[in-house]
């Protein structure tokens, strides 16, 4: 099997980092290859991890003996410096991978997708971690995510406090956008200044129509807002399931872009509307009004991608990409349990939160790559969440032994993994429903060409 895997840090490279970053500042027990090595490679919870049971390890498995108050004082600022600058290492070894035809896809360098998780820490951390107030969590971190659905490479992973909401990450975050990239975000990320930036940079965005922002078209020389109610009646009359304007967005700086327009099936209006009528009983608010209803038997997309880089067809199923990013997360807090801390010192419970964050990134270079070659050999979808279940769940020693201790090849290790996975690991597909990759594939007109002919002169993989 074709891999390149950037390998993980050697210990001398561990105990300069630790050494630069203040952790280590005389000969110590604890250097910071042994202190990564403790908490990065460890199944257990902060829930269930305590002090005494670090200290009965490290005396186990390394005969260092170091009390657990001795051990707590060393979950300070220095040690979550160097656990973030290791983070921001691991980050900066990206895969580059053989390539499949998934890397070709024309028109776009990078299909960016974020998003974000949050859950509630102790209420002590408050100060440092601001939830979001009124009967919310007094406790709340907020980890922003956003990778290249083309490549597999992470281009955002930050912790940050909960009230530091999505739109104003999106804003602090734009210097990380490029010329050439798409951007396929939350509605809670795309302000319309966000937008205007994102063209600036020569960039292009696909996202939902914010309710609350006006949409108008030209009719002459004049601005007239778009009747949803004449275009949801038009699109039944003729039986269109979708159609595109040009539109401008805002009331005094608009904003020209294309709106593609998808007319619902009616038992999804059927839902929508049953779910916002229950929402309005709940606070005592009054009936739904018309243009509400019709707005709810539409999907409203923005993007200034042209024609020829994305159809009018193309747009919703490049938008559900989006979701993949939820059984991201959804692994980090089920197998991962990066959610199940308790009360501990702030330095403690960053510590813990950034050594999952290594450990989360280790196992995505493995479980991408495995996904890429098993998608481009054999055109079968990987299931994420089955794959980080054996990975983490259950081959962490394996892990800890080839990117700690050095022991086995990586190769070797990818070749297995990759056999069990094109068995075991293979995701489930709903009757007719595409796969994420092939929804990718589909919108992008890119067809996928084989590679078992290329890789048969290489040998068997």
């Known amino acids: 099997m074709d891999v390149e895997i950037a390998p993980f840090f050697t210990t001398e490279e561990l105990n300069e980092l630790s050494r630069e970053s203040g952790f280590v500042q005389r000969e110590s027990k604890l250097n910071g290859s042994l202190f990564l090595d403790l908490i990065v490679f460890n199944a257990e919870t902060l829930r269930s991890q305590s002090l005494n049971d670090m200290s009965a390890t490290l005396k186990d498995s390394h005969g260092i003996e170091i009390t657990k108050q001795s051990l707590h004082e060393r979950f300070n600022e220095s040690a979550l410096v160097f656990l973030k600058t290791a983070l921001e290492r691991l980050l900066q070894q990206q895969l580059d991978s053989a390539r499949?035809?998934?890397?070709?896809?024309?028109?776009?360098?990078?299909?960016?997708?974020?998003?974000?998780?949050?859950?509630?820490?102790?209420?002590?951390?408050?100060?440092?971690?601001?939830?979001?107030?009124?009967?919310?969590?007094?406790?709340?971190?907020?980890?922003?995510?956003?990778?290249?659905?083309?490549?597999g490479k992470i281009n955002d992973l930050s912790v940050n406090p909960f009230n530091i909401q999505d739109a104003t990450d999106s804003v602090t975050t734009l210097e990380l956008t490029r010329s050439g990239d798409l951007i396929i975000r939350d509605l809670a990320y795309m302000g319309l200044d966000v937008l205007e930036q994102i063209t600036q940079k020569l960039a292009y965005y696909v996202c939902r129509a914010n309710p609350i922002v006006n949409i108008y078209e030209k009719k002459g020389n004049r601005d007239e807002k778009v009747d949803f109610v004449k275009v949801c009646r038009s699109m039944k009359k003729y039986g269109m399931t979708f159609l595109e304007k040009e539109v401008y967005l805002g009331n005094e700086k608009k904003l020209k872009t294309r709106l593609i327009v998808y007319r619902l099936p009616e038992q999804e209006v059927a839902r929508r509307l049953r779910k916002a009528r229950e929402a309005r009983k709940k606070k005592g608010r009054g009936e739904l009004s018309k243009e509400y209803k019709v707005r709810a038997s539409l999907n409203l997309f923005v993007t200034?991608?042209?024609?020829?880089?994305?159809?009018?067809?193309?747009?919703?199923?490049?938008?559900?990409?989006?979701?993949?990013?939820?059984?991201?997360?959804?692994?980090?807090?089920?197998?991962?349990?990066?959610?199940?801390?308790?009360?501990?010192?702030?330095?403690?419970?960053?510590?813990?939160?950034?050594?999952?964050?290594?450990?989360?990134?280790?196992?995505?270079?493995?479980?991408?790559?495995?996904?890429?070659?098993?998608?481009?050999?054999?055109?079968?979808?990987?299931?994420?969440?089955?794959?980080?279940?054996?990975?983490?769940?259950?081959?962490?020693?394996?892990?800890?032994?080839?990117?700690?201790?050095?022991?086995?090849?990586?190769?070797?290790?990818?070749?297995?993994?990759?056999?069990?996975?094109?068995?075991?690991?293979?995701?489930?597909?709903?009757?007719?429903?595409?796969?994420?990759?092939?929804?990718?594939?589909?919108?992008?007109?890119?067809?996928?060409?084989?590679?078992?002919?290329?890789?048969?002169?290489?040998?068997?993989?």
Not at 111 to 137: H, M, N, V
Not at 317 to 325: A, E, F, S
Not at 406 to 417: C, L, N, Q, S, T
Not at 418 to 435: A, F, I
């Open 100 to 151: 499949t035809s998934l890397d070709k896809a024309r028109g776009f360098d990078r299909i960016l997708i974020k998003d974000s998780t949050s859950f509630q820490a102790d209420a002590s951390l408050r100060e440092y971690y601001p939830g979001s107030g009124g009967s919310g969590s007094a406790a709340s971190v907020r980890i922003q995510f956003e990778y290249d659905i083309l490549s």
């Open 304 to 461: 200034n991608a042209n024609y020829e880089l994305i159809a009018t067809k193309d747009v919703w199923p490049l938008y559900q990409l989006r979701w993949q990013i939820e059984l991201i997360f959804k692994t980090w807090k089920s197998i991962c349990n990066i959610e199940k801390v308790k009360k501990v010192n702030r330095y403690r419970f960053e510590c813990y939160i950034y050594s999952k964050l290594i450990l989360i990134v280790l196992g995505w270079h493995i479980i991408w790559q495995t996904a890429k070659q098993l998608f481009g050999r054999e055109g079968k979808a990987l299931s994420f969440l089955k794959a980080s279940k054996t990975l983490l769940g259950k081959k962490i020693a394996e892990l800890r032994e080839l990117f700690m201790l050095g022991k086995g090849r990586i190769e070797v290790f990818m070749a297995r993994f990759y056999d069990l996975s094109r068995t075991n690991h293979l995701l489930e597909k709903r009757q007719k429903e595409p796969t994420s990759l092939e929804l990718l594939l589909s919108a992008l007109n890119v067809e996928l060409h084989s590679v078992a002919n290329e890789q048969k002169s290489a040998g068997p993989a």
